[in-house]
């Protein structure tokens, strides 16, 4: 359905400034929270040498022109994240960052090409930490929105229950799926068992499918759609393959110190306890991007600035949390752009 109006109609602008309002609402809370807990608010540049290593993300590109008149390329980064831990690294001890962050192919009911995250972090503390910091924050965008009850699209959460914690091998034995059997201890993975699983539950293996296409599969289609029903969901321990800038858990190597938030179905956070070994972490990062060429035909650099700093960093744990999809739970929007001051222009997609 096309909107008969575009956002900046006074009419139109009148039905959704009440939506705007409890968001300028939840951001004034969450900056007051943080504030009190010791957390130093800090911004980081939005043009990077590179915009994240990740192989499923797609930045905006530029480029920088010096007094010679010559160019290198930049990128408008996809996260905060490089230059936060940058900041750890540097001294910084509690900080947090409401980061304009951009990705390209992505636009719809819950992605837009430019929205905000919430990162924080915490040097010596560990990623349990933020799981209580999550539960702290959907309680008080929902007091700051008036309501008691968190929804998307017919799904519903309450955000001062107890959240529910579930391991990723517990969710995927939920649909018959035994996920570490199919996971070594170093970390490498059995696309063949994995599919010969997948297709026992009923889902489609195509011949180039990698582990990670398979996992993503089962992940989508038969275990987010009922996470964060009733009440949130922590869905925590991710393959280590699956968590590329996490370190392993102490008990067990095949899985990671990685979790995301879930309420009403929707993503809402990404956690890790930080991986802190810089030839680990570009060890993955060339994984990820020769995926990414495999893929899309293209590959973003390595911040070298970001991987000298990572050996100085101290043991921390950081988060992730998509400010406009929160809103959009605690007023019960449909769409990211009910709750942006000014979308991009161009209609919804």
Known sequence: MIDPSPWWHPDRHADRRPVLMARNRITAALRAHFAAGGFVEVEAACLQVSPGNEAHLSA????ILGSDGA?????????PEFACKTLLAAGERRIVSFARVFRNRERGPLHHPEFTLLEWYRAGEDYDRLMRDCAEILALAAEMAGTRSLTYRGHESDPFAQFERLTLAEGFDRVGIDLLATVA??????????????????????????WADLFSRVLVARIEPGLGTGRPTILCEYPVS????????????RVSERFELYACGVELANAFGELTDPTEQRRRFVLEMDEKERVYGERY?????????????????GIALGLDRLVMLCVGARHIEDVLWTPVTGGRP
Request: net charge negative.
């Open 242 to 253: 699956e968590a590329a800038l996490a370190r392993p858990t102490a008990r067990d190597p």
């Open 185 to 210: 201890p170093d970390g490498t993975t059995d696309r063949d068992g994995l599919a010969a699983a997948v297709t026992k539950a009923g889902l489609r293996v195509a011949g180039d499918d990698t």
């Open 301 to 317: 650099p390595i911040d070298e600035a970001f991987l000298d700093a990572l050996a100085v960093m101290p043991e921390a744990s």
């Open 71 to 79: 160019a290198r390329p930049l990128y408008l980064h996809t996260s």
């Open 60 to 63: 905006f590109a530029t480029q």
